[in-house]
């Protein structure tokens, strides 16, 4: 009996394992399934953020408030703003007429350690060129660049921190301009200021030309507006017809030699549309806007770094359009040539 009882107990004991053994993986045993193992997913990494632009501050001196310097500076600033949309920071200053003051503002310019320096006119560019040789200066409104800066035998390219736009209109074509309006007259005088080196360069070249054409020709330098009006006077009193050049001073005095000339019926034949919008009869015109424009491209490459300013050569307006003022010769009782544009 007690081997048999012994027997018993063994055997349940082993069906209580396998019992066991059997419920060991869980309800998926039962149905011959496996269930997968569990992963876990790695943390999920944000896209670096894109590099914020570089921005730029570009100091701009204009010699004087006039109609053609503004609309320079002004096609300059949209060019800039254009290529470079919210990156570029403008100290826009103006020097008022006075060439000392150019160079008072570029040199605070320079101070700041801006990183471009547009000098709108002449004297502006002087200055520009004097107060710094590594920041890079564009001018404009800037007749000669050999001219302005005594560059000897000038190839068209400065060579240094120095380029831009020039406002050059073909003097030659200046000089048959005033043949065709005048064929009969014989002495021309050459109104300019004597401070500003472009002015003397243009009359020069307009006087070889006139004189070539068989005019007589007299120049008549001033130094400043305290003397103007009475050079011009004594300009208008002595001769047919005037010629004005592309001069700051006189562009923002041409109401002072439309004064003079105009009662004493003596036309003048001006080197630019603004001064011939105030004093003068007719002009080989240029776009302002555009050569600021122009510069402003210009301005782009050089931030940019897609060019070097040493390596850029000056820029020319790429057309000029023959204009007449027909205030002035409706009062002179002048009628324009058939290809001839009214100012507007």
């Known amino acids: 009996m007690k081997k048999l009882l012994a027997l018993v107990l063994a055997g349940v004991m082993t069906l209580s394992l396998a019992a066991c053994g059997g419920s060991s993986g869980g309800s998926s045993a039962s149905t011959g399934t496996t269930q997968p193992a569990q992963t876990t997913e790695p943390a999920k990494t944000e896209a670096p953020a894109e590099p914020a632009a570089k921005t730029y501050v570009v100091g701009i001196c204009q010699l004087a408030p006039h109609v053609a310097l503004d609309a320079a500076t002004q096609g300059f600033i949209d060019a800039l703003n254009e290529a470079l949309p919210g990156q570029v920071e403008f100290k826009n200053e103006n020097a008022a007429g006075d060439s000392p003051t150019c160079a008072t503002i570029v040199n605070g310019f320079v101070s700041s350690n801006v990183d471009l320096i547009m000098a709108n006119a002449t004297p ?181 770094g897609e060019a070097n300013v040493a390596e850029m050569p000056i820029e020319y307006a790429p057309q000029f359009t023959k204009k007449y003022n027909p205030t002035i010769c409706e009062s002179l009782g002048l009628t324009p040539p058939a290809d001839y544009e009214a100012i507007a």
């Open 124 to 304: 502006a560019l002087q200055a520009a060129a004097a107060a710094t040789d590594t920041i890079p200066v564009l001018g404009t409104s800037v007749t000669e660049y050999g001219v302005a800066l005594g560059i000897s035998n000038f190839s068209g390219t400065v060579g240094t921190n120095v380029s831009g736009t020039s406002d050059l209109a073909p003097l030659d074509q200046q000089a048959a301009m005033l043949q065709e309006w005048f064929p009969d007259a014989k002495n021309v005088g050459l109104v300019y200021c004597s401070a500003e080196a472009n002015s003397q360069y243009q009359v020069d070249t307009v006087q070889a030309a006139l004189e070539t054409l068989g005019y007589t020709c007299t120049q008549y330098p001033f130094s400043d507006t305290n003397d103007m009006a009475s050079v011009v006077q004594n300009a208008t009193d002595n001769n047919d017809v005037l010629y004005v050049p592309t001069d700051n001073t006189l562009a923002n005095n041409a109401g002072v030699v439309d004064n003079i000339c105009r009662p004493a019926g003596v036309p003048v034949i001006a080197g630019e549309e603004g001064i011939c919008a105030g004093c003068g009869v007719a002009t080989l015109s240029i776009s302002y806007s555009d050569l600021g424009v122009a510069t402003g491209k210009m301005a782009a490459k050089i931030l940019t």
